[in-house]
């Protein structure tokens, strides 16, 4: 039971490269989150999904896009990285709120990105 | 809007010392959830606890206790007996009613960096 994966755990981007962050969880949780975490601003939302097929925007969502083709994956994608982007990416799941209201996330090892 | 402020960015504290790490929190929801996390030097967040709005007794668990007043939309953690394992990032959140099928969303607060010296 691996719980939450994140892939790569580091990587260095040059301006205007793409990559795409690949989240994966074995829980068979329904919901699947994205956050970036920045010094001194805590976690702040980017995207998230609440089953297949969907995805919905959070706090910060500019300059990401995301897709989740499969329950346990959820694909976190930067078209034209920039170094505002420079961050640690923690990819996270839970129940919904049907099975357990309030539910706890599990959060996967974080991903550091560098733009340069 | 909802929000959640931790006003104690850092805190230094010597071995065996208790320390309470402050959270407020905000929003307009009657029914919300509370959680605190660990973020350890390696980097990884650890859940420490979930309580609901409705239940504001205090929880403690070993040397962790965790202080819940709706009065003054606090949920305060203390360590007692701080040891140098504790040393860490810890992370108040707060997740609201869920609203449209919008999912669990948590809003953090900024973070409180403790040190437990030897």
């Known amino acids: 039971n691996a719980g939450v994966t994140q892939t790569p755990k580091f990587r260095v981007l040059k301006t205007g490269q793409s990559m795409t962050l690949l989240c994966a969880q074995d829980m068979n949780h329904e919901y699947m989150y994205w956050y970036r975490q920045d010094p001194g601003m805590g976690l702040r939302l980017i995207h998230y999904?609440?089953?297949?097929?969907?995805?919905a925007k959070g706090e910060v969502p500019d300059g990401y896009n995301v897709s989740r083709l499969k329950k346990q994956n959820f694909l976190l994608g930067l078209e034209s990285a920039a170094p505002s982007q420079t961050s640690v990416y923690f990819c996270?799941?839970?129940?919904?709120?049907?099975?357990?209201?309030?539910?706890?996330?599990?959060f996967g090892p974080g991903t550091r990105l560098t733009v340069l | 809007a909802q929000k959640v402020t931790q006003a104690q960015t850092e805190i230094s504290v010597v071995e065996k010392e208790d320390v309470t790490l402050d959270c407020v929190y905000e929003?307009?929801?009657?029914?919300?959830?509370l959680f605190w996390y660990k973020q350890p030097p390696s980097g990884e967040l650890v859940f420490l606890i979930r309580r609901n709005s409705f239940d504001e007794q205090n929880e403690i668990s070993g040397r962790y206790s965790w202080n819940f007043q709706k009065s003054t939309s606090s949920f305060n953690f203390t360590i007692t007996a701080s040891q140098v394992v504790d040393s860490a990032v810890y992370f108040c959140?707060?997740?609201?009613?869920?609203?449209?099928?919008?999912?669990?969303?948590?809003?953090f607060g900024q973070g409180t960096e403790l040190s437990v010296k030897p």
């Open positions: 996270a799941s839970s129940y919904s709120y049907r099975d357990s209201p309030g539910p706890e996330q599990f």
């Open positions: 929003t307009r929801d009657t029914t919300y959830y």
């Open positions: 999904s609440v089953g297949e097929g969907t995805t």
């Open positions: 959140a707060l997740s609201g009613v869920e609203r449209y099928n919008q999912g669990g969303k948590l809003i």
